[in-house]
């Protein structure tokens, strides 16, 4: 059996993981709250967390491990965004507004997601789906002193935790101190948090021992984890940013409803991300989603590719840059495994596996850079078994890679016949075809005369023309090939001379 080895953010060390039951492996991840599209930090954990995922289900097998990731479909700016689209005219009440949009998101996250090729978890609960057993959680909560209703509004005591703050590693004054924390009068003390708030007009809300209200963001997390999980389960994992105060409340408030479970053993959490260099933001014009990318056309596997190419605990900066680099290494890659495979009958992909070093590079705390590097390595060596097992394990396909990567060939060879592939698939047109081969011809007689004049002056000319203009041009005894890169305009070709 394979050791995987994960950093605990609660005791900030590099642990063997050993799960609760082997036969039950368990992991929740905090979802979206699905208000508007997934921007491209959001997509970040997605794929850590699908990737180990993966690995999990590789090592203990795939109906040995349980995924949950929520979706928070009750919350301020879900009503928010509801009443601006009723005060715009939209029609039906602003229940009905609400849950259209969340309807709307969710699919939106559905799409997204798997185009960057996500898994979807085992389950993905929606926060209104599980009032009962938050409000159970609250009423458990206050029975035992942890808890107190007031004006509506039901707080949790943060002093009555004795081990608050030990997974963001500060103490309760020095939070005070240090952070913006909702001030209200009927509040017994500053850091005291929302469990419960009252609804009032047409904002949704849930019959409740204190009154119409709906529960507040942290308490929605802890009661879908402990009804879909258990009191104790193995990880739980999201962003960097949700250690505090969201994750620390879900520890507090599950540690006091139920003393006698360990709610989560290992706590995972990944780095946040940044555009070239600079913390996304409207304001700094460089905030995008991830359908503001794929529409732009970059291909969801250039943006997993581009994801895992930083360790999850590193903070990571998307440039364009490292775009083109992840579409050149997945074009060399679609261009190796769309090769004849009538020239090795004896590879059978299906009994693709990755290989041991590779797993063992994940299975060190998620190291994906380790394992690019792998990938790199097993192209360069054309080990093709190996090659397509370890893309499996990082979540891509041979038959997706290829129809999206292999690239557009244009060949002009001895026997007079130059053939074209996958046009359609890239979107090139007959006229860019048409001119294609127009070009390709061209070069292919200018170097046969070249060979026969030793004058290579038109012919390279003609070759630094098409190289210019995003075209990798290939000549051999073959014949020439043209292979449009990931910069060619089409246009270019029109204008050529």
Known sequence: MVTIRLTNSKTRRKEDFVPIDPANVRMYVCGPTVYDRAH??????????????????????????????????????????????????????????????????????????????????????????????????????????????????????????????????????????????????????????????????????????????????????????????????????????????????????????HPHGDFAHYWLHNEMLQVEGKKMSKSLGNFFTVRDLLDQGVPGEVIRFVLLMTHYRSPMDWTAEKARQA????????????????????????????????????????????????????LKNMEEMNLVGALRLLGFYTDALTETFAPFRFHAGDNGVASGHRMATLGLDARTGDLLAKWGNSLFEKRQRAMQTKDFAAADALKSALIAIGIEVRMSKAGVELVPGPDFDPAKLEALQ
């Open 40 to 257: 491209l930090g959001n997509a970040r954990p997605v794929v850590v967390f699908d990737t180990l995922y993966r690995l999990l289900r590789h090592v203990y097998g795939p109906d040995h491990v349980t995924y949950v990731r929520n979706f928070t479909d009750v919350d301020d700016k879900i009503n928010a965004e509801a009443l601006r689209r009723q005060k715009a005219g939209a029609k039906g009440t602003l229940e009905d507004l609400i849950r259209e949009r969340t309807e709307e998101t969710i699919a939106w996250y559905h799409a997204d997601m798997d185009a960057l090729g996500a898994r979807r978890p085992t389950v993905e609960p929606r926060a209104t789906e599980f009032i009962a057993q938050m409000i159970a959680m609250t009423e458990g909560l206050i029975a035992s002193g942890h808890a107190y209703a007031v004006e509506g509004h039901v707080l949790f005591r943060v002093r009555s935790y004795k081990d608050y703050g030990k997974l963001s590693g500060r103490s309760v004054d020095d939070m005070i101190a240090g952070a913006r924390v909702e001030v209200a009068p009927f509040k017994e003390d500053p850091m005291d948090f929302v469990l419960w708030k009252p609804s009032s007009g047409e904002e949704p809300g849930w019959v409740s021992p204190w009154g119409k209200g709906r529960p507040g963001w942290h308490i929605e997390c802890s009661a879908m984890a402990h009804e879909l999980l258990g009191e104790s389960f193995d990880i739980h994992g999201g962003g960097l940013d949700l250690q505090f105060p969201h994750h620390e409340n879900e520890i507090a408030q599950s540690a006091c409803a």
């Open 327 to 378: 579409e050149a290494t997945l074009r060399k890659i679609a261009e190796f495994l769309g090769s004849d495979p009538l020239t090795k009958p004896w590879v059978d992909l299906r009994y693709a596996k990755p290989p041991q070093e590779f797993v063992d590079a994940l299975a060190n705390d998620l190291n994906t850079s380790l394992a690019l590097t792998l990938v790199s390595k097993y």
